[in-house]
DNA sequence: CACACATGACTGACTAGCCGGTCATCTGAT
DNA sequence: ATCAGATGACCGGCTAGTCAGTCATGTGTG
């Protein structure tokens, strides 16, 4: 059995020093986010990527590496079109407030990227410095963002003032909400997207707006 | 090296056919939550629960048959005081929904629990009969007696008739995010939930009460 | 009471197979 | 000819699950 086979009789071989990374981090996230970490073999990986399982050691130190480049590279566009809302000059607070809303659920739940978020969930205690790592570069800055409007909406008198609008977590839960369960409850009952955003934004614009 | 250690030389062996189970199933939870399910060896288990692997296969079948008991039981009284919540008479509705908001937070946030819902999102993809199981016994259920609740509340004239009272996860939503908060972030950036609680009614209840 | 015997909870060495990581070798583009 | 890129057989360590054996306790007998 061994030695039987030629090895790449038909695709010639590819040199693709460049696109492999992103290959490979595809395939992981991919197996990662429906198996876990510990359980995700790297051969699987590899064969996923169409690769050898060393060709995987080429670009990736250890297997927690790689995890981490699968997390880390998965955040990048997150928070380009939020920060961009910020900008919008001659929007009032609300609307600005419902873009962010809105583009949370466009860009985080409605896609793939919300596996990012079980695989940080599910692996939070064994990789700290990636919880660390998300929590400075997103999370804290999605807050921030998102406090900035609040701010300028009490500012300008369109929002009360009071401990909802001191909570920019409160104000985003539910978008949360809705992430977890198209990762849990998907298959068993399904969440409308569209009705929860207009639910989301219908509880929070009545709440602080004056 | 074999043979040399009278097995048990302190403490004598004791048959405890009934605590058994529990130990172990207290065990695994623990290193389930901080490990996860294919990163837990069964004879980490075994020690914490004091016993040999052995004996954990006098219990349950198999390590899948243990994680899907430890997140079962889990669960168990988890209801209860949610339900009693329908039955309080003479309060308003609103006092009702804030003693039931507050009681998820009591009950799930702040407390071990939480770890549940970690398994949970982590394993949900390989474990879809504890998913369905988790959906029918408590989401369904939770869900319809916030339902309940708001439909009380708008009959009697309490809160207005909308979007938000018609999706009783968007009420709920801001508790799963502490309780994801908790789970990921809390090394990093601690949440004072008493203020999340607050902020949260306020949020809720300024939208919703006429 | 005392002693033999039965029970079954418990043990832990062991097996079989899996998988992260290595490295000698191969391949094809230049 | 050279060599970066790619391969996959192999190694070593690990672990779910097994099972023959142990022993504390319970039971029946004289």
Do not use: C
């Amino acid at each position: 059995m061994r030695m039987s086979e030629p090895p790449k009789p038909a695709t010639r071989q590819r040199r693709r020093k460049e696109e492999r990374p992103g290959e490979i981090l595809a395939a992981a996230l991919t197996l990662f986010s429906e198996r876990g970490f510990s359980a995700t073999r790297l051969e699987d990986v590899a064969d996923r990527a169409g690769i050898a399982k060393g060709t995987i050691y080429l670009y990736f130190q250890t297997k927690e590496d790689l995890f981490e480049a699968v997390v880390r590279d998965a955040f990048a566009p997150l928070l380009e079109r939020l920060t961009g809302a910020l900008e919008l000059p001659s929007a009032n607070s609300a609307v600005i407030l419902r873009f962010i809303i809105e583009t949370l659920y466009r860009q985080m739940v409605a896609t793939e990227k919300r596996e990012i978020l079980r695989l940080l969930i599910a692996e939070a205690k064994r990789f700290p410095t990636l919880v660390s790592f998300y929590h400075r570069e997103a999370v804290s800055r999605g807050k921030a963002i998102v406090a900035e409007i609040l701010r300028r909406g009490i500012e300008s008198g369109e929002f009360r003032d009071g401990p909802a609008t001191r909570y920019p977590e409160v104000i985003i839960g539910p978008a949360i909400l809705a992430a977890i369960w198209k990762l849990v409850f998907e298959p068993v009952d399904p969440m409308d997207l569209d009705e929860m955003i207009e639910a989301h934004l219908d509880l929070v614009l009545n709440s602080i707006l004056k």
